[in-house]
């Protein structure tokens, strides 16, 4: 099982950008497709980002399609999420979600198809 821990978070200002990263441990880290997730407070948890093992392939969520990117770096047990054009309505908690229960990228899109989790990095948006 990998480890994930998450850093980067931070308050910016719309329109601005962020780049978060998440280190993992643990050698099955290049195994299993990754993700990221948000939650903002009062609501659940939503589906972000995800990227296949290899980096080669990711697809995002509707929201925030053109604006964020994420990326994997194997050689170093990194995943990262770049965020730009920041709207305050991308203010939450942002969670590093690895060992996807599936092998295949597109079934890798709900909280309980992953099984390893960070701790969360606060992102706050300000108008």
């Known amino acids: 099982q990998v480890q994930v821990v998450e850093s980067g978070g931070g308050l910016v200002q719309a329109g601005g950008s962020l780049r978060l990263s998440c280190a993992g441990s643990?050698?099955?880290?290049?195994?299993?497709?990754m993700g990221w997730f948000r939650q903002a407070p009062g609501k659940e948890r939503e589906f972000v980002a995800a990227?296949?093992?290899?980096?080669?392939?990711?697809y995002n969520a509707v929201s925030v399609k053109g604006r964020f990117t994420i990326s994997r770096d194997n050689a170093k047990n990194m995943m990262y999420l770049q965020m730009k054009s920041l709207k305050p309505e991308d203010t939450a908690v942002y969670y590093c979600?690895?060992?996807?229960?599936?092998?295949?990228?597109?079934?890798?899109?709900?909280?309980?198809?992953?099984?390893?989790w960070g701790q969360g990095t606060q992102v706050t948006v300000s108008s």
């Open positions: 979600a690895a060992d996807c229960l599936s092998m295949l990228l597109i079934r890798c899109r709900g909280p309980g198809d992953f099984g390893s």
């Open positions: 990227v296949d093992r290899s980096g080669a392939t990711s």
């Open positions: 643990g050698r099955t880290f290049s195994s299993q497709p």
